[in-house]
């Protein structure tokens, strides 16, 4: 997976699954541009990755933010869009319709506008990696809302392969990844909530930011993969 000389940006890259992706691309011999809206969690990522790595705080949500950050990085060759968010958990009972709301706008929107704005910069024939969230295909209670957010990111990757090629555009579906996720439950119910997801996992693990850095690294490397979703969750769809 040799990606020297080619210029990868990481959208979302300033912490795990973006995080673990821009110094997987660095290893392979890229030069790696990672983003993010916080620019103390900014600055706190470019001090774990090499000094080849910048960076730059971006609200991916904002067209105008998007074009500058583009209009500064140049011409590239690959885009990786790894931005969470929390909202849009929860029973759909109790599931409010601004808090989706608020799920698509951090999101879908985020990977929609980020990746109409890149196409002016973006090589013709790179590639586009999405990351989105196992949820989108597998059924897991009180992730309604996350399913409808990934499931329609999912939805577009066909057809945008079809429409931007030889542009190639791929997605990589994580499942429970130990990241800063994570952060907002408290950690002895989070660890107990791992170690229920693990005993019910074909792996018996949950999984790390390097496990889904992995998978979108193969799909940044192999020039032969575009329109394909690739499961990274341990075999949660199976179990």
């Not at 985020?110 to 586009?128: D, M, P, V």
């Not at 990351?131 to 990934?150: E, H, I, K, M, W």
């Not at 329609?152 to 499942?175: F, Q, Y």
């Not at 850095?213 to 020039?223: H, I, N, T």
Request: aromatic share 6%; glycine share 10%.
């Amino acid at each position: 997976m040799d990606l020297e000389g080619q210029k990868v940006a990481v959208l979302g890259g300033t912490s795990g699954i973006g995080l673990a992706t821009a110094r997987a691309a660095v290893d392979a011999g890229a030069t790696v541009v990672i983003a993010g809206r916080d620019p103390q969690r900014l600055e706190k990522a470019l001090k774990e990755l090499p000094a080849t790595v910048t960076g730059a705080t971006v609200d991916a949500t904002s067209t105008d933010s998007l074009k500058d950050f583009y209009s500064d990085l140049g011409t590239f060759d690959h885009l990786v869009l790894a931005v969470s968010g929390r909202a849009g958990g929860g029973p759909f009972e109790s599931l409010e319709a601004e808090q989706l709301r608020r799920a698509f706008e951090g999101k879908f929107f985020a990977y929609f506008l980020a990746i109409q704005a890149a196409l002016k910069t973006l090589r013709e024939g790179g590639s586009i990696v999405l990351v989105t969230a196992a949820s989108a295909r597998t059924p897991f209670p009180g992730t309604s809302g996350l399913a409808a957010v990934n499931g329609a990111l999912e939805a577009m990757i066909p057809t945008l392969a079809l429409e931007l090629k030889p542009t190639r555009v791929n997605g990589v579906s994580p499942g429970v990844i130990d990241t800063p996720w994570w952060d907002d439950m408290p950690q002895e119910r989070r660890q107990a909530a791992f170690a229920q997801m693990a005993a019910s996992s074909p792996v018996a693990r949950v999984g790390q930011p390097e496990d889904v850095a992995g998978a979108v690294l193969f799909l940044l490397a192999d020039s032969y993969m575009t329109g394909t979703i690739v499961e990274c969750d341990g075999g949660a769809r199976i179990k």
